[in-house]
């Protein structure tokens, strides 16, 4: 199993930055896609970024803004959220998927499908003020 830990949410004012971290610890974590979440009030929960071994995906509405990678070790993922909008107001979760599992981290097929990860974080609150 897989342990998501994230943090380095907040307020900030439109056109800010913000970076998120998700730190994450278990059985093979190297081998694990990862990616980023999000879910505003009222609304579906989004893919916003991923990381597979088939590359980079971001949703449309980050494109250019927001940036996914990874540390040397895989232990720890980032997302680095420039020029932040008050669309962005939402609460981000963290996300694995086993790499070799059934069904798992399947990016050729749907990138931001929510069943790709089996694992997930609790979640940072990030707020975005006009």
């Known amino acids: 199993q897989v342990q998501l830990v994230e943090s380095g949410g907040g307020s900030v004012q439109a056109g800010g930055s913000l970076r998120l971290s998700c730190a994450a610890s278990?059985?093979?974590?190297?081998?694990?896609?990862m990616g980023w979440f999000r879910q505003a009030p009222e609304k579906e929960r989004e893919g916003v970024a991923a990381?597979?071994?088939?590359?980079?995906y971001y949703a449309d509405s980050v494109k250019g803004r927001f940036n996914i990678s990874q540390d040397n070790a895989k232990t720890t993922l980032y997302l680095q959220m420039n020029s932040l909008k008050p669309e962005d107001t939402a609460m981000y979760y963290c996300?694995?998927?086993?790499?070799?599992?059934?069904?798992?981290?399947?990016?050729?097929?749907?990138?931001?499908?929510?069943?790709?990860?089996?694992?997930w974080g609790q979640g940072t609150q990030v707020t975005v003020s006009s």
């Open positions: 996300a694995a998927g086993e790499r070799y599992a059934a069904g798992k981290c399947r990016w050729w097929e749907k990138p931001f499908s929510s069943q790709n990860f089996g694992y």
């Open positions: 278990g059985y093979r974590v190297s081998s694990y896609c």
């Open positions: 990381i597979y071994t088939g590359g980079t």
